[in-house]
């Protein structure tokens, strides 16, 4: 199973964008079993949990620090989840990680719970 996250780059402060993150190696099926998220890290801090959504999409939770501007959302038919950055601050740069586990809570991830790991992409908010 191999998740590859997209969409990174530089935006500036107030600026939106959104990350995609597409699982391969997984039937439809078993993609529908698996909680999807993201996490984000910045040089010399512990990897962060951002938000995750249910294996249905029905339900969805999210860090204090980013509720009201970040949205999770999945494509089921295209194993893919999204992440929608709106409402940009410095303080939101880092690299973004999406994760997969087996949980069917909408509630936070951690980070020693999850299955499989993207290998991240960077976002950089300028001020």
């Known amino acids: 199973v191999q998740l590859q996250a997209s969409g990174g780059g530089l935006v500036q402060a107030g600026g939106s964008m959104r990350l995609s993150c597409a699982a391969s190696?997984?039937?439809?099926?078993?993609?529908?079993?698996?909680?999807m998220g993201w996490f984000r890290q910045t040089p010399g801090k512990e990897r962060e949990f951002v938000a995750a959504i249910t294996w249905s999409g029905g339900s969805t939770y999210a860090t204090d620090s980013v509720k009201g501007r970040f949205t999770i959302s999945r494509e089921n038919a295209k194993h893919t989840v999204y992440l929608q950055l709106n409402s940009l601050n410095p303080e939101d740069t880092a690299t973004y990680y999406c994760?997969?586990?087996?949980?069917?809570?909408?509630?936070?991830?951690?980070?020693?719970?999850?299955?499989?790991w993207g290998k991240g992409t960077l976002v950089t908010v300028s001020s």
């Open positions: 190696g997984l039937t439809f099926i078993t993609f529908n079993n698996y909680r």
């Open positions: 994760a997969a586990d087996r949980s069917t809570r909408p509630a936070a991830m951690y980070y020693t719970g999850v299955d499989y």
